[in-house]
C-alpha cells in the first residue's frame, strides 16, 4: 500500500486525485487539507478514512471538529496544518493541489521530511524554483509533474534516462528544446478589441478541459502557459528560451521534447487529467486507467499556431519574468493572481488583467536570489502595489 497526502483535496486536481484512489484501492490515504469547504472535505474524510486533517480557515475547522467528532480524525489549522500534512510521518508522497504560493513552505517542510512530491501547484517552481529544486536534489527527492504538459514533457523524457529532481541526464544532456503546447483557449483568433467586452462567463467556458475557475481564466489570457513557461525552465533544466510555445487547439499533443539530433518525441492522449494523476501516483508504473481513447482513424488532422502575444500579452510578460528571475516571476505571479480575483468579482474588465501584471512587473525593483521572506515581501509589495493604483 502507497501512502499519499493531499494539500488541496477539494479542489479540482485534489477531487480527480480520489476519483483515481478510489478506482485502486491499493493507496492508504493518511491526511488531507482544504480552505473551507468542509461540508466535501467531511465527505472526503468519511470515506477514505485519514487520520489527519488541516483546514486553514480556524473557523471552519472549528466546525468541522463539531461534526465530525464521531471520527477519530486529528484536525490542524492554518499554515502549521498545512506543514504537518506534508510532513506527516506516515505519508510517502505528498500531493500538492494547493492553489496559490501558499504551497511553497508545505513543499519545502515536505521535502526536508524526505517524501515525494506529485506537483500540482505552479506556484511553487514560479516563485521558488531556485530553492525547491536545489533541495530536492540534495535529499534525494523525486519531483513528478502533474500538469498535464508537464506530465507530458517527463513522460517524453523517460526513454532518456532524464531525472526530473536531480534536472540532469544520465548522459551528456541531449535535450534541445521544449515544445510547450497550449489550446489556446476560448478566445483563440480574437482581436484586442473582440477581448474588450469579455464577461467573466465568457473566460470561464474553456473548450477542452474541465478545470478550477482560476486555472480557467488563466488559460483564456495565456497566462497559465507563462507560468507553465517559468516553472518548466525549473523543472527540466533549460532556459527560458529553449521553451517554445505551440497553439495546438485539440488538445491531442500535450507536450513535445526535440533533441539536439532534431528527432521529437511527443506524449499524446485524450485530454483527461486523469491520466497525469494516476501516472504521479504510480510512477514509474502504469497501470489501466478507464476513459476515452484516441482513435486516430477518426481524427483528420492536427493542426498548429504561433501564440499571439501581442494580443495575449500574458505570455509574452512571462518570458521577461523568466529571463529576469529573482522576485520577477513572484511579482508576475501575485499579480495576475489579484488581477483573477478581481476579473472573477466583476471589479476590473478581462483586458485590465495584463494591465496591471505589466505595470506590477515596470514598478517592481528586482531583487535576485531571493529567500522565502523575499519571494513572500515581494508578493505583499504587489497586492500593495495594485491595492493602491486602483484607488
Given amino acids: 500500500m502507497k501512502s499519499v497526502a493531499i494539500l488541496g483535496s477539494t479542489g479540482s486536481i485534489g477531487t480527480q486525485t480520489l476519483d483515481v484512489i478510489r478506482e485502486n484501492k491499493d493507496i492508504n490515504v493518511t491526511a488531507l487539507s482544504a480552505g473551507s469547504n468542509i461540508k466535501l472535505l467531511e465527505e472526503q474524510v468519511r470515506e477514505f478514512k485519514p ?46 493541489a494547493i492553489v496559490g504560493m501558499i504551497g511553497i513552505v508545505p513543499t519545502i517542510e515536505a521535502i526536508k521530511a524526505g517524501k515525494d512530491i506529485a506537483l500540482a501547484n505552479k506556484e511553487t517552481l514560479v516563485t521558488a524554483g531556485h530553492i525547491i529544486m536545489p533541495l530536492a536534489r540534495e535529499k534525494n527527492v523525486n519531483i513528478i509533474p502533474v500538469d498535464s504538459e508537464h506530465s507530458a514533457i517527463f513522460q517524453a523524457l523517460q526513454g532518456t534516462f532524464y531525472n526530473v529532481s536531480k534536472s540532469s541526464f544520465n548522459t551528456d544532456n541531449p535535450l534541445s528544446k521544449i515544445l510547450l503546447t497550449a489550446s489556446g483557449g476560448p478566445f483563440l483568433g480574437k482581436t484586442v478589441e473582440e477581448l474588450t467586452s469579455v464577461s467573466v462567463e465568457d473566460a470561464l467556458k474553456h473548450p477542452n478541459w474541465v478545470m478550477g475557475q482560476k486555472i480557467t481564466i488563466d488559460s483564456s489570457t495565456m497566462v497559465n502557459k507563462g507560468l507553465e513557461v517559468i516553472e518548466a525552465r525549473w523543472l527540466f533544466d533549460l532556459p527560458v528560451d529553449k521553451i517554445q510555445v505551440v497553439i495546438q487547439p485539440k488538445s491531442i499533443i500535450h507536450s513535445m521534447v526535440e533533441f539536439v539530433d532534431g528527432a521529437i518525441i511527443a506524449q499524446l492522449g485524450a485530454p483527461d487529467m486523469k491520466q497525469p494523476i494516476q501516472y504521479a501516483l504510480y510512477y514509474p508504473n502504469r497501470r489501466y486507467l478507464p476513459g476515452e481513447r484516441l482513435d486516430f482513424s477518426k481524427i483528420k488532422e492536427i493542426t498548429f499556431e504561433k501564440p499571439d502575444m501581442e494580443t495575449f500579452k500574458g505570455l509574452m510578460l512571462a518570458y521577461e519574468a523568466g529571463k529576469v528571475g529573482g522576485t520577477l516571476p513572484t511579482v508576475y505571479n501575485a499579480a495576475n493572481e489579484l488581477a483573477v480575483k478581481l476579473f472573477l468579482d466583476k471589479k476590473i474588465g478581462y483586458l485590465q488583467i495584463g494591465e496591471i501584471i505589466n505595470e506590477s512587473m515596470k514598478a517592481h525593483t528586482v531583487k535576485s536570489d531571493p529567500t522565502i521572506e523575499e519571494i513572500l515581501d515581494a508578493e505583499a509589495w504587489t497586492y500593495d502595489f495594485i491595492d493602491a493604483a486602483l484607488r
Wanted: proline share 0%; hydrophobic share 40%.
Fill in 51 to 96: 487520520k489527519l486533517v488541516a483546514i486553514y480557515c480556524s473557523k471552519s475547522a472549528n466546525e468541522f471538529r463539531f461534526n465530525t467528532r464521531d471520527l477519530d480524525v486529528e484536525v490542524s489549522t492554518g499554515m502549521e496544518g498545512l506543514v504537518q500534512v506534508a510532513s506527516a510521518t506516515d505519508t510517502s508522497l505528498l500531493v500538492t
